[in-house]
């Protein structure tokens, strides 16, 4: 009980703070706030408390969303010889699956601002599970494709429903972690894209031998195994996943339009959340703002790094994964359908190994993002060059294959790392407005990166698919636009601190 009264006393001496005229506290505020060492430790306990509750159900719900958006990629390469693969079964041309692939990020990148903002607005646990559900109703219906139309329609509205489950995770962290924790969180669950990308690539493997089962080809049962899976696991997210924590002695207020949604239970009590309120006070304000806030989050000159920065790798990220298979088969022709399922999984194995050594360093040595963000990006370039480089021999084209391994590896620290830093200076100058808006404008305006890589560059510039060396014009484009989130990178340094 002392503890307790203590503990409770220096939480009210710590919430006051000096606050602007916006309401929100002013930098100097959000510096480290001194935990006794009996404390310190409790409150490490409390993180990983926290992150058994929070970071398994993240990772799910990316795995398998990322599994819905990508297998258009793989199902342009399955069951080729019988004439069943995506592009000859609903009679596309290249264009036109490249146009189906940026329209999912248009969608996307329209929709993003509007949907954290509402996350904010509304409960950021329910939010998730909607968007979770709404992607495996959208992944089940991939089924019944038939036409372009229909192709360019579900496309459409699986960004749609996606729209702010990137930037709505990021702003979910800051509830219930500091930015500097934040990066080697972001990249546990980052994890997952990885791994659903080598997972949904080695399974679709099996996927083409049930070609013709059920009347079904091989594609169309993947579509339909990962989007009712997703269904699933999109309703369970109600009863898992914490809402927003509250002050403790508070308890949550619900309308009657939420009256009736399941309620899972708190993430933390007692004298956990007392402890927890003391070193986050800054995340437990209800998110009250205003549109006058969230115009000075929009006008704030620190977007445009950010943005730049995730332009470049995210665009390089999902080219890749749309077109890997691709990529490969232009490389060596002779590959198989699902020799190139099995060649594709390694790439985004090493994207996960990168994940898991570069972002926990990052977060150790947070005050030198651009340095963990500009090495990896490096190895991309390089990766690149190699791919494209590489000569004709049948040994070359295996050198192509770990240039492959080596954009994989550099790629997956970097998104990470961009939404991280992302949050460590929106949340300090706006509050939660600032995280959900600025979050959700680098995902979204970053995303025409992947609008770029997608709709312009591999099928959807034709010529540039009979180049010597093949796909010579987008990979160069990649290189500049990667060299661009470098410069970006380093500009935010420099900038943050001439502006201190």
């Not at 069951?79 to 940026?102: E, I, K, P």
């Amino acid at each position: 009980m002392e503890r307790h009264s203590v503990g409770q006393a220096q939480l009210d001496d710590t919430s006051k703070g000096h606050l602007s005229s916006s309401g929100i506290k002013d930098d100097d505020d959000y510096r480290d706030v001194e935990l006794s060492p009996d404390e310190a430790v409790q409150m490490r306990k409390i993180y990983h408390r926290l992150d058994r509750r929070i970071i398994p159900a993240f990772w799910v719900l990316y795995f398998l969303c990322s599994a819905v958006r990508s297998t258009v990629g793989l199902a342009q390469t399955m069951n080729t010889s019988n004439g069943h693969d995506l592009t000859t079964y609903l009679n596309l041309t290249s264009h036109q699956v490249s146009t189906g692939l940026a329209l999912f990020y248009a969608s996307y990148v329209v929709l993003e601002i509007p949907s954290n903002l509402a996350m904010s607005k509304l409960s950021p646990s329910v939010w998730l599970a909607r968007i979770v559900i709404s992607v495996g109703i959208i992944g089940t219906a991939m089924v019944g494709m038939r036409s372009a139309a229909s192709f360019y329609v579900l496309r459409l509205l699986l960004g749609a429903v996606e729209a702010g489950m990137w930037p709505g995770m990021s702003l979910f962290l800051t509830l219930y972690y500091p930015p500097k924790r934040m990066a080697k969180r972001i990249g546990w669950y980052f994890t997952a894209s990885q791994v659903s990308a080598a997972v949904v690539g080695l399974v679709s493997a099996g996927f083409q031998e049930m070609d013709g089962d059920g009347g079904l080809v091989g594609f169309q049962w993947m579509f339909l195994i990962w989007g009712l899976v997703t269904l699933v696991v999109g309703f369970s997210l109600v009863w898992w996943l914490p809402d927003r924590p509250v002050r403790p002695g508070e308890t949550k207020h619900r309308s009657k339009w939420t009256s009736w949604i399941p309620t899972a239970k708190p993430a933390l009590r007692g004298e956990d959340a007392a402890l927890h309120y003391k070193e986050l006070s800054q995340a437990y304000p209800h998110s009250a703002w205003t549109l006058q806030d969230l115009w000075k989050v929009l006008l704030d000159w620190r977007l445009w790094p950010l943005i730049i920065m995730y332009f470049g790798v995210v665009g390089v990220g999902n080219g890749v994964a749309s077109y890997g298979t691709v990529i490969l088969s232009a490389i060596n022709p002779s590959f198989s359908g699902i020799t190139l399922s099995l060649l594709y999984a390694p790439i985004w194995i090493c994207d996960l190994i990168g994940i898991l050594t570069v972002t926990p360093i990052s977060d150790h040595f947070h005050k030198h993002r651009a340095l963990f963000f500009t090495i990896p990006v490096c190895l991309q370039i390089v990766g690149i060059l190699v791919a494209t480089y590489a000569g004709d021999s049948t040994s070359e084209k295996w050198g192509r294959y770990v240039g492959l391994l080596l954009i994989g590896f550099g790629l997956g620290p970097t998104v990470p790392i961009t939404m991280t830093w992302t949050a460590e200076i929106f949340q300090a100058r706006h509050g939660e407005v600032g995280v959900a808006a600025a979050a959700a404008a680098v995902s979204g305006l970053g995303n025409c990166g992947s609008i770029l890589t997608n709709y312009a560059l591999f099928s959807g510039w034709p010529s540039d698919e009979n180049s010597s060396p093949v796909f010579l014009g987008s990979n160069w484009v990649m290189i500049g636009i990667l060299i661009a989130s470098i410069i970006a990178s380093w500009v935010m340094t420099f900038a943050l601190r001439l502006s201190k």
